[in-house]
Structure formats: C-alpha cells, structure tokens
C-alpha cells in the first residue's frame, strides 16, 4: 500500500507536469505575400527555461526577437509561461522544423509549421519596384557584362527610411559599381545603378535578388481606444538573374581586347643599381586575372611589385639589378579577342641595358679525362721514385709537426680573419648565394637584395643565420 501512494503521488506529479510544461509554434499568419514580415511564436510553459537561439528560419536571418511573460493561476497554483517571437522575412513557402527547448531539464519540442508565401503580381501598379536585367544572357569566364538594377518609386508614395541589401555576387568579379543615375518615368522616380560584372567559373550562375526595406507609418488604435502611429517595414525583393558562363579556349585565361607596352627609366646603369621599369596592360576585360608579369632573366635580380588596377589599367613595377649587360624579355599575354572570335598574343619590345664597367665573364674550363689519366700516371711514377727511407722521415716529420701543431693552436690567430663579417651584406650575400637550395637561406637571401638594392631596412633574424652559417661551414 505503501508503494501504491508513492506511486499515485509521482502520477499527479508528472500530470501537474505535463500539464503546465510544453512547448507549442504558432505562425500570427500562415499566409503572406513576398516581401511581408512573418512572425514564428513560441509559448512556452515552465519553472526553469532555457532560451533557444534560432538564428534563420525558412533559409532566411532572423531581423528581429521579442519576448513576454504570462502569469496564470490554476487551481490556486501560479504557472508562468514565456512567448517567444522570431521575425523574418521568407521568399518561398516552407515549413518549420520543430524547434527544441529545454524545459524543466527536460528537452521538449514543438509541433511543426507551415507558412506560405504569394508572389507579388509584377504587373499591378505598386508603389515600389524593384527590379534587374543583363545586357547579355551568355558569356565566357571573365568576359565583362552589365547588370542592371532599377528602383521605381510611384510619386506620391510615402517612404519614411528604407534599407537597400545588394545582390549576391557570389562567382563574379564586381569590376566597377555605377554611381547612382536618377530620372522620371512617367509616374516613378527611378533610380538606376550599373554594376560591371565579370564571371570566375563555368555553369549555370545565379545573381540573387536585390532588396530594399521600406518603412511607412501607419495609424491604428491602443487599447484605450487612442490613435497611435506605428512604423511598418516591408521588404521588395527584385527578380533574379541566371548568366550562362562557358570556358575560354585551352591555355587561354584572359578575355577581352588589350594593350600591351613596358617602360625603363634608363638603358645604362652601374654594377648593382636598379634598373625600373613599368609594365602597363590597358583594355577592357578581365584585368583581375593576371597575377604577375615578371620575368626570369638569367644571372639577373627581378623585383617585382603587387599589381595595380585603375578602372581600365594594370601596372607593374619592376627593378632589374646585375653586374654586366642583360636584356629585359619582352613582356607578353595572351586574351581571347571577342571581336574577332581569335586567341592573340602581345608583346612588347626586348629593352637592352648596358651596365657600366662591367666585369667580363670568366671562361669555365673543363678538364678532359686524357689529362687527368696522364697527371694520375705522373703522379705514380713520382710515387715509386721516393725511396723508403724518405718516407720513413717524411712520417717522422710529419708527426712531429702534427704535435706542434696541435701544442700551439695557431688557427686562434686567425679565426677572427677568416670569419663572415655579417655586417657587410654583400659579403654575407655572396657566401650564402651557393645554397639558396635551402628554403631558410633563400628567405636571408631575399632580405639582403632588398636592404642592398631597394634601400630596404628589413631585420634578419640572427640566430637562424648563424645557425645557417654552422650548417654549411661558411667562413
């Protein structure tokens, strides 16, 4: 009996619960048209709640949350319960999930929602139109195209703020961004913005809808019966645009018609000055793509600077530093013209430089096997013309000389001599030039050319250096 009472004691209990501990959705309309505000509610009902974060609902950003506490009594007991409120605004119809909510320590759910949503008849006088257009429906990867965005408003139309978002770009260069063109329509204000755009890869792309958020007052009475004014938002959403992008011919990255021409500040320098030049590429097209024109040019230092755009122009600068005469290659690139329909390739002219006083190259000899032979076969028979006993004092003196050596330690004297100076840079530069292999002496090896040749005033790190200097035994 004892049990039983324990047992209808934990049933009223868990009734009281169920009863007063829940969570319940509800839609304030379930039906609304494209560009309205919905607004998701939950009751919630329980002693300790646990606040959900809902972030976006139907595929779309929550803009707005509130919240409001109800007190009942039941049967002499107070229950408090919570309505939390989510707005957004949906562009298609969907349906809500249910939405979990821990409740007492215990994780309830609410039911699932539908919401539908009517698209706005574009063809009825409204007040407010968005809309965007393209000049062309097809392209190649980085052809530029115009899309255009229009917003009517139909005079007389009250519009207290509003709030433009702009489309999504996402896959295309935004090459260039209009200013905005105003004029008259008829009964609109029309407001006009041009964006160049330009596609990153193949497929079908999509271009999302603009929007623009309208507020407008509205009067409605509280619940004393007072007129007040309210500030309501709507959203007007454009249509959306597809662009069907196709690929440039093989090898080919740039699309457009192009000019192509490179500049030196001199054609004579001395030993280790810099020689600039100024490479320009002007037309119109997919600037963005190229990302660098420097060159290799053989026994020859290039620097090269990050690229530029200016509306319609790419530059780059350069310095060439060397200690005898060289030429700068011409500079080239290769667009697909789209006029012509025809893959071109430009160049500039080779620029020559003559650098001053010029160290002549030394000629590389190589030894022929024939000679090695005959200097291993002299260096036999010197070999056998030794006599023994020579060899007997030559060891002697030999050894005796090893412990002299080694009782005097003359390389202490100079030790300091045969060290690298690694204040001098070009000295540290030369020692190091045979190993730029080794990915940590390339980066010194950058440095110094820059502190050398630029006038830059970059620090090395010193423990890496001479960690670098012990590896390789420089000295």
């Not at 409120?85 to 909510?101: G, H, L, N, T």
């Not at 609109?188 to 041009?194: H, S």
């Not at 530069?429 to 005033?457: G, T, W």
């Not at 090395?460 to 035994?473: A, C, E, G, Q, R």
């Given at each position: 009996m004892k049990n039983l009472g324990k047992i209808l004691l934990l049933l009223l209990v868990t009734s009281h619960v169920m009863l007063f501990a829940g969570v319940k959705a509800s839609l304030e309309q379930s039906t609304i048209s494209m560009g309205d505000t919905a607004t998701l509610n939950l009751s919630i009902s329980g002693k300790d709640i646990k606040r959900p974060q809902i972030l976006k609902l139907c595929d779309t950003d929550v803009v707005a949350t509130g919240s409001r506490t109800n007190i009942e009594m039941v049967n002499g007991n107070y229950n408090r319960s919570y309505v939390l409120?989510?707005?957004?605004?949906?562009?298609?119809?969907?349906?809500?999930?249910?939405?979990?909510?821990e409740v007492d320590g215990v994780i309830q759910k609410s039911s699932s929602v539908s919401l539908k949503v009517k698209p706005v008849d574009r063809s009825q006088d409204s007040d407010f139109i968005l809309s965007l257009s393209s000049d062309k429906k097809e392209v190649l990867v980085g052809e530029p195209f115009e899309a255009t965005l229009l917003f009517k408003q139909k005079s007389g139309a009250q519009a207290v703020d509003s709030k433009y978002i702009a489309p999504d770009l996402k896959?295309?260069?935004?090459?260039?961004?209009?200013?905005?063109?105003?004029y008259k329509d008829?009964?609109?204000?029309?407001?006009?913005?041009?964006?160049?755009?330009?596609?990153?890869?193949?497929?079908?792309?999509?271009?999302?809808?603009?929007?623009?958020?309208?507020a407008s007052r509205s009067n409605t009475r509280d619940m004393f019966g007072m007129w007040m004014q309210n500030l309501n938002w709507k959203t007007y959403f454009s249509n959306e645009l597809k662009v069907t992008v196709k690929p440039l011919p093989e090898g080919v990255f740039l699309v457009g018609d192009f000019t192509i021409s490179a500049s030196a500040d001199k054609n004579e320098i001395n030993p280790n000055e810099a020689l600039n030049v100024v490479v320009k590429v002007k037309g119109e097209g997919n600037l963005e793509d190229i990302k660098t024109l420097k060159p290799y040019v053989d026994n020859v230092s290039v620097f090269?600077?990050?690229?530029?755009?200016?509306?319609?122009?790419?530059?780059?600068?350069?310095?060439?530093?060397a200690d005898a005469d060289f030429s700068v290659p011409p500079f080239?690139?290769?667009?697909?013209?789209?006029?012509?329909?025809?893959?071109?390739?430009?160049?500039?002219?080779?620029?020559?430089?003559?650098?001053?006083?010029?160290?002549?190259?030394?000629?590389?000899?190589?030894?022929?096997?024939e000679s090695e032979d005959t200097a291993t076969q002299a260096l036999e028979s010197t070999k056998t013309a030794i006599s023994?006993?020579?060899?007997?004092?030559?060891?002697?003196?030999?050894?005796?000389?090893?412990?002299?050596?080694?009782?005097?330690?003359?390389?202490?004297?100079?030790?300091?001599?045969?060290?690298?100076?690694i204040k001098d840079p070009k000295i540290l530069?030369?020692?190091?030039?045979?190993?730029?292999?080794?990915?940590?002496?390339?980066?010194?090896?950058?440095?110094?050319?820059?502190?050398?040749?630029?006038?830059?005033?970059i620090e090395?790190?010193?423990?890496?250096?001479?960690?670098?200097?012990?590896?390789?035994?420089?000295?």
């Open positions: 409120s989510y707005q957004f605004v949906p562009q298609k119809d969907c349906e809500i999930q249910p939405i979990e909510v896959g295309f260069w935004n090459k260039n961004e209009s200013k905005p063109i105003q008829g009964d609109y204000a029309v407001t006009k913005v041009i964006y160049t755009l330009s596609a990153q890869r193949v497929g079908e792309l999509e271009i999302s809808p603009a929007k623009i958020q309208i090269d600077e990050k690229i530029a755009i200016q509306n319609s122009e790419l530059s780059q600068k350069m310095a060439f530093v080239s690139i290769k667009y697909f013209d789209l006029k012509t329909k025809e893959v071109k390739t430009i160049a500039t002219e080779e620029i020559k430089v003559k650098v001053n006083g010029a160290k002549a190259k030394k000629e590389l000899t190589i030894k022929r096997q023994y006993s020579w060899l007997l004092i030559a060891f002697a003196a030999g050894l005796a000389g090893g412990i002299l050596i080694m009782m005097l330690k003359p390389w202490k004297f100079f030790a300091k001599d045969k060290s690298v100076n530069l030369m020692k190091l030039l045979p190993f730029k292999s080794d990915e940590e002496v390339q980066k010194i090896v950058d440095i110094l050319e820059k502190n050398i040749y630029l006038n830059e005033k090395i790190d010193k423990k890496v250096l001479k960690m670098i200097l012990k590896k390789y035994s420089i000295s």
